[in-house]
Nanobody
């Protein structure tokens, strides 16, 4: 059974930084494209950043230059380094995995990020 477990969320002041981690198990991690999504209250879930098995990345325009996604295949973990945080970054952040052969999609349980002004 595939499990994605996020950690690293919390409360931070505007301008601060947080690093989210997502540890995967039950799948061949290197075969998955990994992504971070977020969902604010009353809003739709949106893609924040994505990294392919080959480490190609793409970002939402709203986080470009502030957030960095990375992966460590040896640790089965994907990270999201978030700098210069803004109140509008407040949301529940979800880890996502898509297996590149089967197309199966998996989600973590989410971790809350709150940025105070």
């Amino acid at each position: 059974q595939v499990q994605l477990v996020e950690s690293g969320g919390g409360l931070v002041q505007a301008g601060g930084s947080l690093r989210l981690s997502c540890a995967a198990s039950g799948t061949i991690f290197s075969m998955n494209a990994m992504a971070w999504y977020r969902q604010a209250p009353g809003e739709q879930r949106e893609l924040v950043a994505r990294i392919t098995p080959g480490a190609r990345t793409n970002y939402a325009d709203s986080v470009k230059g502030r957030f960095t996604i990375s992966r460590d295949n040896a640790k089965n973990t994907v990270y999201l380094q978030m700098n210069s945080l803004k109140p509008e970054d407040t949301a529940v952040y979800y880890c996502n995995a898509v297996h590149q052969l089967s197309g199966n999609t998996y989600w973590g349980q989410g971790t809350q990020v709150t940025v105070s002004s």
